[in-house]
């Protein structure tokens, strides 16, 4: 319990967790959604996955990342992101704004 609040704890997870509630997202996305660098991107994905809210699927050279839905908290966890407010910057805005990123 203790590292899976710890995960949850900071800002910047709290929305790429946000984020994953409603779709499956590589780094590049986020570095987009979240205006950082790969690098410090990929270190809270390191520290969601050891604390095993997300997974990772290989997909050619580029990682997808999702909740992990069999985590025993996964539906507390559903709960709690259901009662953050919408993210400012949305996957739909980086489209409509032409900066949606695609991972070649």
């Known amino acids: 319990m203790e590292s899976y609040l710890k995960a949850i704890s900071d800002h910047n997870r709290m929305l790429i967790l946000k984020y994953l509630s409603t779709e499956s997202l590589c780094i590049c996305e986020f570095t ?3 205006d950082m660098t790969q690098p ?6 390191r520290k ?3 604390a095993g809210l997300v997974t990772e699927e290989k ?6 990342w999702s909740l992990d839905v069999r ?8 709960h709690l992101l259901s009662l953050l407010p919408e993210p400012e910057v949305t ?12 991972c070649d």
């Open 32 to 34: 987009e959604l979240l």
């Open 40 to 45: 410090a991107v990929s270190q809270h994905m």
């Open 48 to 50: 969601l996955k050891t």
């Open 59 to 64: 997909r050619g050279r580029w990682t997808i």
């Open 71 to 78: 985590h025993a908290l996964y539906p507390m966890l559903i």
């Open 91 to 102: 996957v739909e805005s980086l489209v409509a704004g032409g900066k949606k990123v695609v």
